[in-house]
């Protein structure tokens, strides 16, 4: 059974960090294209950053060179490192595997960057 747990998330000041994990059970992340997402009050889920099964990554323009994507294959566990984070980062952030033709999601992790 697939099953992605997110974690991490909280309140944090802006220009503060955080960083999410995904914990995968039921499948081998190393063979498989995780994302986050983030979905805000009122606007659609957006993607934020990927990483393929050879290591590439990508980012959406708004968090390129803030966030970062990685993963540990041993606990199998994909991470977002979150820097210099903003109000408008404040969203739902969820963890996906892409397992064409079936994608599967996490329950989200509230992130919420406020003074």
């Known amino acids: 059974q697939v099953q992605l747990v997110e974690s991490g998330g909280g309140l944090v000041q802006p220009g503060g960090s955080l960083r999410l994990s995904c914990a995968a059970s039921g499948f081998t992340i190393s063979t498989t294209v995780m994302n986050w997402h983030r979905q805000a009050p009122g606007k659609e889920r957006e993607l934020v950053a990927a990483?393929?099964?050879?290591?590439?990554?990508g980012y959406a323009d708004s968090v390129k060179g803030r966030f970062t994507i990685s993963r540990d294959n041993a606990k199998n566990t994909v991470y977002l490192q979150m820097n210099s984070l903003k109000a408008e980062d404040t969203a739902v952030y969820y963890c996906?595997?892409?397992?064409?033709?079936?994608?599967?999601w996490g329950q989200g992790t509230q992130v919420t960057v406020s003074s």
């Open positions: 996906r595997a892409e397992r064409r033709p079936l994608y599967y």
């Open positions: 990483i393929t099964p050879g290591g590439t990554t």
